[in-house]
């Protein structure tokens, strides 16, 4: 059964001052030799140099405008929403800087680099931005926390912005394919932050007009400072899982203005002897990195959310929707909820005693016992279904004691069995997780999510300016300067 719009967005409720950054790229363009031993890295680098607008496919052009609606959107929503981003936001108002970039939502402003800290908190916080399921990363949230500032700051054009963002969204895509197809991060580190960080880093670089040369330093300053441990996902108390991009996107900013400066970086950040793929895979990853570099971007295949929670939960409250439309029944009904599942799942259904009682927003985004339990109690999934008294309610904590799991091999279909007290059995089938771009958020859909979200904010905007906004960025490439624009925000 297919859900209406209007039934899907009701369960969606949905310290580096800048300078003069254009004659700053140019007094650092002097010659000098890259490293021989470096391969990927340097193709990496002067594919992001050479990019132009004109050399991305229209498909991508408009996946990565909806991407920075949906961004944006969810990050409005955090600023008012989510507690743990409150410090970043503080910390950066009370910097005292001259205040180059809008911090979103709040109706403040600070320096591009602290600005890119409040925006990075933000990106990750709702768990409700867009995601690459095939390499398991958030490509764009970093990335766009950091691009936004610079944006603003430098008033390009919507079609510099649009570029640096796809190219930024690729380059983070390709590095987590990389890891995921040959190895596997050491388990004390976290990847989609890494990877990210790298993501915030490319954009800044193309914004700022970065050389070949330049860009190397630029990754390798990020490098340098890039980390972010697994132990987020051991921490049943930590919001550091929520508000992990904000560190990411600081660090692209800086880096890429370090490297503008005249820092000089490595030849080979990425496959050096000592690089990117020997510090997080053990070795040398080569065989995915480039394949198709400048042909298929990853931007035409991220998904987007319809529910704030973990990707990894929506196949199970697709499945729980569609089994309550298609023959309603009451959650005081229901006598087991058996998921069945693959390894990957394993990061909602782990520790499954911490995962039963979440105490976080965040931990229970994370966790399918109780995200099943309120979509079957609510018929919905929404903002106000990880708020915390939402958390505690005894008739939702019961509900997800009763639910467990299965792991079944091979690509699942059926995901979900519903047993009732009346001993029938309801199965739910997923073929294609809606959001992704097997079966895409429709257009308006989208829209509407943005709007819910910008009405969700520290500082509200009204429905009608949101509307405006969202039409605005959706014709972006038509904008010569985006810095009107992006200052509403």
Known sequence: MKFSRRALVTGSTLAMSAVPLTSLAAAARSERTVDPASGESLALARFVERTRFEDLPADVVEMTKRALLDAIGVSLAASGLEPACKPFIELALESGSRGDAAILGAGGRASLALAALANGSLAHAMDYEDAHEETRTHPNAAAIAAALPLAEHLGVSGRELITAVALGCDVVCRLARALVSEGAPPPGFYQPAIVGT????????????????QILDAWSLALCQNSCSGEIQNSPD????AVREGPCARVGIESAQLAAKGVRGFGAPFEGRSGFFVMYAGGIQRSTLLVDLGVRFAGRDISFKAWPSCRDTHMYVQAALELLAARPFDADDIESITALATPQQMIVLEPADQKR????????????????????????VDFASFSPEALVRPRALALADKVSYRVAPGKLTDVLEVKLRDGSLRRGAVTAVYGSPAAPLALDTLTAKFVDCGQQAQRPLAKAQLERIATAILALDERDNVRALLAQL
Request: aromatic share 12%; proline share 2%.
């Open 238 to 241: 930590s919001t550091l899982r």
């Open 198 to 213: 790298f993501g915030a880093t490319t954009v800044a670089a193309k914004l700022l007009k970065l050389t070949t040369e």
């Open 357 to 380: 009682r979440p105490r976080t927003a965040i931990a229970g985004k994370f966790s399918l016992y109780y995200t099943l339990a309120t979509t079957f109690i609510d018929r919905r």
